[in-house]
């Protein structure tokens, strides 16, 4: 090498450094990025701000990334999409008819320039719509959108402003006709707990009556009529308790057909009367049960 080709070899050499260097700068400058996308992600996601979410991960997800970033860029991608809400939305004139071309904004940011029936992504969380038509007066919607939701069908009735009083108001939901027309069931407590205690009573004075009629029975065919005091007295006692249950019964039986006359009584009828009439007879009793409906 001669002196005066030192300096040129030199200097070739520094060129070459200086380009193998630049491709590491620039690869530690991607991952940098890609670390940063991955983080910023990760907190979008966390304060429900789903769609910024996903723009990072799919930047951090992408070939340039380290692979472990990638991996676990793409699991949150994946995740978030899953999460984000979508609307369709659709408007009506004063006549019902669909009408196309409405602005609407989430939160006074713009959202859809034209209604075209496609499904608009949001963020969850509580948001107001706001549907702007030109000659009609704009309508505004409150609603909570829910992580997931998707598909949900969201729509404003527009109409000119200074509409008559009497029409419905603008957005306005029409009334619920679909609520159930019967009373609540809470009602059948009382009737059912009274006919649950006129079965068992029936029960109780059938089991005595029989069980009565057996030991008088018995007592006739064996020492009548010079039977012990405390034989005949179980027998009575016996009699006694199903001619208790017997009127048990009864007045329970009557208490859950009152129950279930005045749980269907309207508003303004004439009140519904029940009455019992118990008549005791030998060796029992008869019931009558009457009302005015």
């Keep these: 090498m001669?002196?005066?080709t030192a300096p040129r070899v030199l200097v070739a050499a520094a060129l070459s450094a200086a380009a193998c260097l630049q491709p590491a700068r620039a690869r530690a400058g991607d991952a940098e990025a890609c670390f940063t996308a991955s983080e910023e992600g990760q907190r979008l996601r966390d304060e429900g701000r789903l769609r910024e979410a996903r723009a990072r991960f799919i930047a951090c997800g992408g070939a340039g990334c380290p692979d472990l970033v990638q991996s676990d860029c793409a699991g949150w991608l994946s995740d978030v999409t899953a999460r984000v809400p979508t609307l369709i939305l659709s408007a009506q004139d004063e006549q019902g008819h669909d009408v196309a071309d409405v602005r609407v904004t989430i939160d006074g940011a713009p959202l859809a320039a034209r209604l075209d029936g496609k499904a608009v992504e949001v963020d969850p969380g509580e948001r107001v719509l706001r549907f702007e038509r030109p000659g009609s007066a704009p309508v505004e919607l409150r609603l909570v959108v829910r992580e997931g939701e998707k598909l949900r069908r969201v729509s404003a009735r527009l109409a000119r402003p200074g509409?008559?009083?009497?029409?419905?108001?603008?957005?306005?939901?029409?009334?619920?006709?679909?609520?159930?027309?019967?009373?609540?069931?809470?009602?059948?407590?009382?009737?059912?707990?009274?006919?649950?205690v006129a079965a068992g009573s029936g029960v109780a004075y059938a089991a005595l009556g029989l069980s009565a009629r057996a030991d008088a029975d018995r007592l006739r065919a064996t020492?009548?009529?010079?039977?012990?005091?405390?034989?005949?007295?179980?027998?009575?006692?016996?009699?006694?308790?199903?001619?208790?249950?017997?009127?048990?019964?009864?007045?329970?039986?009557?208490?859950?057909?009152?129950?279930?006359?005045?749980?269907?009584?309207?508003?303004?009828?004439?009140?519904?009367?029940?009455?019992?009439?118990?008549?005791?007879?030998?060796?029992?009793?008869?019931?009558?049960?009457?009302?005015?409906?």
């Design 2 to 4: 001669t002196p005066r």
């Design 163 to 196: 509409a008559s009083a009497g029409a419905p108001a603008a957005g306005a939901l029409p009334p619920r006709e679909d609520r159930a027309a019967s009373p609540p069931a809470s009602g059948l407590i009382l009737p059912i707990a009274l006919g649950g």
């Design 223 to 293: 020492c009548a009529p010079r039977c012990a005091e405390a034989d005949v007295d179980a027998v009575r006692a016996k009699i006694l308790g199903a001619n208790i249950a017997f009127g048990v019964g009864v007045a329970a039986l009557a208490g859950a057909v009152a129950a279930l006359v005045l749980r269907r009584a309207e508003p303004g009828a004439p009140a519904a009367t029940a009455a019992v009439h118990v008549v005791p007879l030998r060796g029992g009793g008869a019931a009558a049960l009457g009302g005015r409906f």
